[in-house]
């Protein structure tokens, strides 16, 4: 089952959480970013199964990250973050090939589900 996870917030206390949420249920993180451009870059080198991607972060925003790794691998499997009150860009994230959403504050079981959902 151990599918290879790509962590991208600018929060770092958010990536722990996610990763600690992942770990603990069989799945490995392989790599974390702070920002959309990191992000891309950590795609193209990892390879993840599954990448779980922020919004709202400096230097490239997660639409656009989104973008640029669809872009690049139109098989990439990508589940945006949220937080509360960002419906127009969950739904423009949505338009540009995320597979799900999860709303911030994370709830253990929504992010289990939610990976479950897209990589098994």
């Known amino acids: 089952m151990a599918k290879n996870i790509l962590i991208c917030d600018d929060a770092a206390f958010m990536r722990m959480m996610i990763k600690d949420i992942l770990t603990k249920n069989g799945y490995t993180v392989v790599g ?3 920002n959309g451009l990191k992000a891309v870059d950590k795609y193209t080198e990892l390879k993840p199964d599954l990448v779980l991607m922020d919004i709202t972060m ?3 925003d997660g639409i656009q990250a989104l973008k640029k790794i669809k872009e ?21 994230s949505i338009q540009a090939g995320a597979k799900d ?7 253990a079981d929504r992010v289990l589900e939610a990976v479950q959902k897209v990589v098994g």
């Open 58 to 60: 400096p230097e490239m």
């Open 101 to 107: 959403f999860i709303v911030k504050p994370f709830q």
């Open 72 to 92: 690049a691998d139109p098989s990439a499997v990508v589940i945006m973050c949220s937080a509360m009150g960002q419906q127009a860009m969950v739904i423009e």
């Open 32 to 34: 974390e970013a702070e």
